[in-house]
């Protein structure tokens, strides 16, 4: 089955740095990816999702980029703010299976 | 509703007791499914829910788990005889279809097994 793995696990940056988490996946039939951000004491929220027919998407002040080639995808965060401070999980989906990364554990330092 | 709902918000239950959990997913939402997260941990997989189809228990981490869902709509995990390891936080989520449309999760249930 698919395996998602995801790097780096902690990641602590200072306010208005960009913040970069990245995972790869091992089954190239993968054809949707999405990223989930989960705060404090709260259940894990869709912030932005990628198929596998686009390397690229970007909502504000988050993008995505893909390369199916290289079986990865990462998500960047711009001019972090200390509200983006959460644990942030990717995933990879074969239609009918999703499974998703151990999670990375962003702060931001104000 | 708006979004997945899950009650109770907390559990409390003595070890050897039997717990209830519910999910009441998005209206219209056919796929339904339960994670299990340790403090600190990720997302573990215990079971999905699709329209009618018989449901996919792989992630179920022993018989004394189970989950039903009544209608398509809300279902229930049951946890008998509870164990300290139980203690977690249960998330339920749905989505239009599974594997083509992201995932919307509930708050999550946190039970504590004492």
């Known amino acids: 089955g698919e395996n998602v793995e995801q790097h780096p696990s902690t990641l602590s940056v200072q306010e208005g740095d960009s913040a970069v988490i990245k995972c790869t996946y091992s089954d190239s039939a993968s054809n949707y990816f999405p990223w989930y951000k989960q705060e404090l004491g709260k259940g894990p929220q869709l912030i932005i999702d990628?198929?596998?027919?686009?390397g690229e998407k970007k909502d504000q002040r988050i993008a995505v980029t893909l390369n199916k080639t290289a079986k990865h995808f990462s998500l960047h965060i711009t001019e972090t703010q200390p509200e983006d401070s959460a644990v942030y999980f990717c995933?990879?989906?074969?239609?009918?299976?999703?499974?998703f990364g151990a999670g990375t554990r962003l702060t931001v330092k104000p | 509703g708006a979004g997945v709902s899950q009650s109770p918000s907390n559990k409390v239950t003595e070890k050897g007791k039997d717990v209830e959990l519910r999910c009441d997913p998005i209206?219209?939402?056919?796929?339904l499914y339960w994670y299990r997260q340790s403090l600190g941990q990720g997302l573990e997989f215990l079971i999905y829910f699709q329209g009618n189809s018989a449901p996919d228990k792989s992630g179920l981490p022993s018989d004394r788990f189970s989950a039903e869902r009544t209608g398509g709509s809300v279902s229930t995990l049951t946890i008998q005889r509870t164990q300290q390891e139980d203690s977690a936080v249960y998330l339920c989520?749905?989505?239009?279809?599974?594997?083509?449309?992201?995932?919307?999760f509930g708050s999550g249930t946190r039970l504590t097994v004492v």
């Open positions: 990628i198929r596998s027919n686009v």
């Open positions: 995933a990879a989906s074969i239609m009918n299976d999703m499974r």
């Open positions: 209206s219209g939402h056919t796929a």
């Open positions: 989520a749905s989505s239009a279809d599974r594997g083509l449309y992201g995932y919307t």
